[in-house]
């Protein structure tokens, strides 16, 4: 079946540097991908849609200059947490659509901790 | 777009069926329903998806009732490993983007 990558799979940055997570889609080709964030006891909220190609579309309230994505290939797309904070600090998680297949692959996740 | 409600938490015996309910009462004709599950800190595993015909594969079953206002998920034969919170989520589609919306989900716990 479709299997999504992401790596790394944990990470602990000091507050004010950069992080860049990757999503790779290892058997098919993406267009659209997708970053969620998900916070202890919660939900998975939609970040942002990763078009390749093309500007991502990021939900309200995300910060568009904080949280870089880039969609430069059918099979990779990056997630760049700039000028992290303790606030940032979550579990980030791609998916992708792999048009043969039923249903959205999602990878392992990241998490990130910001000290 | 369409919500789900679903109950927050659920227990169930080992070995016995699981049943989770979900309700999505403002779906409308060309929405899908998908569960997905998500294990401790893993990110989440699709199940089973439908549009209103029951269906079944190796994981699940999952009954949509005739007015497409509810469905239930049903597990057969729960194991331990089907600990997890499980979401019942409706497709949404903008332009050509489909984007999936997960709600709070039901937490099950499945007991030995």
């Known amino acids: 079946g479709a299997v999504v990558s992401q790596h790394p799979s944990w990470v602990i940055c000091k507050s004010g540097t950069s992080v860049k997570i990757e999503c790779r889609s290892l058997d098919f080709q993406a267009t659209t991908m997708f970053w969620y964030r998900q916070f202890p006891k919660q939900s998975l909220m939609l970040m942002a849609t990763?078009?390749?190609?093309?500007?991502?579309?990021?939900e309200q309230g995300v910060e568009k200059d904080k949280f870089l994505i880039n969609h430069a290939s059918l099979t990779l797309s990056t997630l760049t947490v700039t000028s992290a904070h303790p606030e940032d600090s979550s579990f980030y998680i791609c998916?992708?659509?792999?048009?043969?297949?039923?249903?959205?692959?999602f990878g392992s996740g990241t998490r990130l901790t910001v000290v | 777009d369409a919500k789900t409600t679903q109950p927050p938490s659920m227990d169930c015996a080992e070995g016995r069926a699981a049943n989770l309910p979900c309700n999505h009462s403002?779906?409308?004709?060309?929405?899908?329903v998908y569960w997905y599950r998500q294990i401790h800190s893993q990110g989440p595993q699709y199940i089973i998806h439908?549009?209103?015909n029951n269906e079944t594969n190796e994981m699940a079953s999952l009954i949509i009732t005739e007015d497409r206002k509810s469905s239930t998920l049903i597990l057969p034969h729960a194991t331990l490993r089907d600990t997890a919170v499980y979401y019942c989520i409706v497709r949404v589609a903008r332009s050509n983007d489909y984007k999936l919306s997960f709600g709070a989900g039901t937490t099950v716990t499945v007991r030995a």
């Open positions: 403002t779906i409308s004709g060309n929405e899908y």
């Open positions: 439908g549009l209103k």
């Open positions: 998916s992708a659509r792999d048009p043969g297949s039923v249903g959205y692959t």
């Open positions: 990763s078009n390749e190609g093309s500007k991502a579309t990021y």
